[in-house]
């Protein structure tokens, strides 16, 4: 199989830790990236060069690497509010499309991004990397089995506590900062998975003084009487505990369940049987393999992580952040 020529779009703390994964990538290669500073391009690449034996060039602007003909495929790992713009001129140039959750900063801008890939007829597909995970497929693979039952209820918390720096891009609203996109996107996106899209949305939080959501707690609600309740916050150091509720039984997806590396089936009557199920390096590698063999396949999604997934998910980001009152934004 041909590999896939990646390149980063956005050199920063989350793009260093998909790099230093890349050894672990299978049928893809990393070849460039591009940042605003030509400086920090070289440095990221450099850095991660050396590490992985490999040459990756610098650009020293977003546009040059999209204009890189010896790119295939671009991870963007921008601020949440420059996600929109920066996926819809990806693929426009042609270029497959991995962006970094959250997707976008606005459900507008998930529209808009996914308009622009029918049209261009490119791959692109939300970075939502625990769906991945070997103890999430084996979680599927139980439910499918009826190991559960018919799954019913969906619990999910993940939360840091976080000393307030206006100046940092996690509390500046025009950034896409707050607890909702940084990390209420994995209890969303969890619940998501087993559930669905839900019929309502119920959210109450706080906001800082910059303007962006401090915590949320959410409740999904289904008309067949099916339930999520999830946390997330900037406030609480909380466990990252996932659980999936079934008519015959429960899975449980320890801490911290965005980046699982176990998992406990319990059925009813019988005793916890624990799973280990770690992933291949950090598993970041995992989303990478499923571009990579959707592109080999001719595909324009993933059946995983499916268009579909992104805008529920999307939708139910923006109703709590509605609900809230954050004033979510794209740039």
């Not at 070849?31 to 040459?55: N, P, Y």
């Not at 896409?176 to 559930?195: E, I, K, N, P, T």
């Not at 706080?206 to 916050?233: H, P």
Request: proline share 5%; aromatic share 6%.
């Amino acid at each position: 199989m041909t590999q896939v020529r990646w390149g980063i779009l956005g050199p920063g703390r989350i793009a260093a830790k998909v790099a230093a994964d890349f050894g672990h990538v299978d049928g893809g290669v990393l070849a460039a990236v591009g940042s605003s500073s030509l400086d920090r391009a070289r440095a990221f690449a450099t850095e991660h060069g050396a590490a992985l034996g490999t040459e990756i060039r610098a650009h020293g602007s977003h546009e040059a690497l999209l204009d890189d003909p010896d790119v295939d495929a671009i991870y963007i790992a921008t601020p949440h509010s420059d996600h929109a713009r920066q996926a819809i001129a990806a693929a426009r140039a042609g270029k497959a499309v991995l962006v970094e959750k959250s997707f976008t900063a606005t459900l507008a801008g998930a529209e808009e991004v996914l308009a622009a890939a029918r049209e261009s007829g490119t791959f692109v597909m939300e970075a939502m990397w625990t769906r991945f995970q070997p103890a999430l497929v084996r979680a599927r693979e139980l439910i499918a089995d009826g190991a559960i039952g018919e799954v019913r209820a969906v619990q999910a918390d993940l939360g840091v506590r976080r000393e307030f720096e206006p100046s940092d891009r996690l509390f500046a609203l025009e950034l896409g900062g707050g607890a909702l996109l940084d990390l209420g996107v994995y209890v969303v996106s969890f619940a998501q998975h087993f559930l669905g899209g839900p019929d309502t949305v119920t959210a109450s939080g706080t906001l800082l003084e910059t303007g962006v959501d401090a915590e949320a707690a959410i409740t999904l609600g289904y008309a067949d009487g099916r339930a999520a309740s999830l946390l997330t916050s900037f406030r609480l150091p909380l466990p990252g505990q996932g659980r999936i509720f079934g008519t015959d039984g429960w899975i449980d997806v320890p801490p911290r369940f965005h980046h699982p590396t176990s998992l406990v089936l319990h059925r009813d009557g019988a005793d916890p049987e624990p799973m280990d199920v770690a992933p291949g390096g950090a598993g970041y590698a995992l989303e990478f393999d499923e571009v990579n063999r959707a592109l080999a396949a001719g595909a324009v999604q993933s059946e995983i992580m499916p268009w579909a997934d992104t805008l529920a998910v999307q939708a139910v980001l923006q109703r709590a952040a509605d609900q809230i009152g954050v004033a979510l934004h794209e740039r």
